[in-house]
């Protein structure tokens, strides 16, 4: 099911990639849930170093509380939960399917890996971006 979803924007003048260190928090208070809660991380890596940078930005009070308006920082996703089975710079970014893609990921990782909810993150042109929670299920079985 897609339980929730939120599309938020940012200055694209220096924040210009960051949108899943922005739309991480919204989504997860918006659809009640915690970091804790997250079984599959599914994040739309533009860059390696767009990623490295969210990846530090989340994990920052200090970026939390200066451009975030937030008083603490998101936090880091576990690595163990985080794109595994590979990520836009692996497979590749197809441009306009890479939202099917990363939606399609972690449904048949909630299923694989028996989890209940899926974080999707991703960054779009202009400073735009979109979080996504996908929650399994209830009769959803490997086969």
Known sequence: YLRDFIYVSQDPKDQLLLGPTYATPKVLEKSGLSL???????????????ILAN????????????YMGRKSKVGAPEMNKFNT????LSIGHPFAAT???????????????DGQFALITACAAGGQGV????ERH??????
């Open 36 to 50: 804790q809660d997250i079984d599959v991380w599914e994040v739309h890596e533009a860059f390696s170093g767009q």
């Open 131 to 134: 979080g996504m929670i996908v």
């Open 85 to 88: 089975w590979g990520g836009s």
């Open 138 to 143: 209830p009769d959803a079985t490997a086969s």
């Open 99 to 113: 939202g099917v893609r990363l939606t399609t990921h972690a449904a048949h990782r909630l299923v694989r890996e």
């Open 55 to 66: 990846l530090k930005a989340m994990d920052s009070d200090w970026f939390a509380q200066n």
